[in-house]
Protein backbone atom coordinates (compact mmCIF):
# COMPACT_ATOMS: atom_id res chain seq x y z
CA UNK A 1 0.00 0.00 0.00
CA UNK A 2 1.30 3.43 -1.28
CA UNK A 3 0.09 6.07 1.09
CA UNK A 4 1.28 8.75 -1.53
CA UNK A 5 -1.16 8.12 -4.11
CA UNK A 6 -4.15 7.65 -1.77
CA UNK A 7 -3.64 11.21 0.02
CA UNK A 8 -4.10 14.08 -2.38
CA UNK A 9 -3.18 17.94 -1.62
CA UNK A 10 -7.10 18.76 -1.25
CA UNK A 11 -7.58 16.51 1.15
CA UNK A 12 -5.31 18.56 3.85
CA UNK A 13 -6.58 21.71 2.39
CA UNK A 14 -9.77 22.94 3.42
CA UNK A 15 -11.81 23.47 0.49
CA UNK A 16 -15.13 24.86 2.01
CA UNK A 17 -16.00 27.22 4.63
CA UNK A 18 -18.57 28.45 6.47
CA UNK A 19 -19.73 32.15 6.02
CA UNK A 20 -19.61 33.95 9.10
CA UNK A 21 -22.48 36.17 8.19
CA UNK A 22 -24.68 34.16 6.20
CA UNK A 23 -23.81 30.45 7.62
CA UNK A 24 -23.50 28.55 3.85
CA UNK A 25 -20.47 26.61 3.63
CA UNK A 26 -18.85 27.80 -0.03
CA UNK A 27 -15.62 27.20 -1.63
CA UNK A 28 -12.46 28.73 -0.15
CA UNK A 29 -10.70 29.78 -3.23
CA UNK A 30 -13.44 30.91 -5.18
CA UNK A 31 -15.75 32.18 -3.02
CA UNK A 32 -13.91 33.99 -0.29
CA UNK A 33 -11.38 37.22 -1.00
CA UNK A 34 -8.10 37.11 0.30
CA UNK A 35 -7.06 39.21 3.22
CA UNK A 36 -3.79 40.94 1.92
CA UNK A 37 -2.24 39.58 -1.24
CA UNK A 38 1.30 39.11 0.32
CA UNK A 39 -0.35 36.70 2.56
CA UNK A 40 0.32 33.83 0.54
CA UNK A 41 -2.61 31.24 -0.81
CA UNK A 42 -2.77 29.35 2.85
CA UNK A 43 -6.15 28.62 3.91
CA UNK A 44 -5.83 31.09 7.02
CA UNK A 45 -4.89 34.06 4.46
CA UNK A 46 -9.04 33.83 3.24
CA UNK A 47 -11.05 36.01 5.16
CA UNK A 48 -14.39 34.48 6.97
CA UNK A 49 -16.49 36.52 5.07
CA UNK A 50 -17.84 34.81 1.72
CA UNK A 51 -17.59 37.74 -1.64
CA UNK A 52 -21.24 37.93 -1.73
CA UNK A 53 -21.69 39.17 1.73
CA UNK A 54 -18.89 41.33 1.52
CA UNK A 55 -20.48 43.24 -1.34
CA UNK A 56 -23.51 43.48 0.76
CA UNK A 57 -21.87 44.66 3.39
CA UNK A 58 -19.83 47.68 1.99
CA UNK A 59 -23.10 48.72 -0.79
CA UNK A 60 -25.17 49.35 2.49
CA UNK A 61 -22.75 50.90 3.91
CA UNK A 62 -21.74 53.52 1.63
CA UNK A 63 -25.10 54.01 0.87
CA UNK A 64 -25.89 54.94 4.75
CA UNK A 65 -22.76 57.23 5.05
CA UNK A 66 -23.68 59.65 1.73
CA UNK A 67 -27.31 59.54 2.48
CA UNK A 68 -27.02 60.02 6.33
CA UNK A 69 -23.42 61.46 6.70
CA UNK A 70 -23.29 63.69 3.87
CA UNK A 71 -22.24 67.39 5.33
CA UNK A 72 -23.16 70.22 3.79
CA UNK A 73 -22.18 74.15 5.39
CA UNK A 74 -25.11 75.71 7.01
CA UNK A 75 -27.44 77.91 4.97
CA UNK A 76 -27.92 80.73 7.07
Known amino acids: MDLNKQIELEHLLFVDRQCRVCGKFKNLLSDFYLTRKDRGL ?3 SYSY ?6 IKRVVISRMTSTVLGRWEYPDW
Open 42 to 44: YPS
Open 49 to 54: ECKDCT
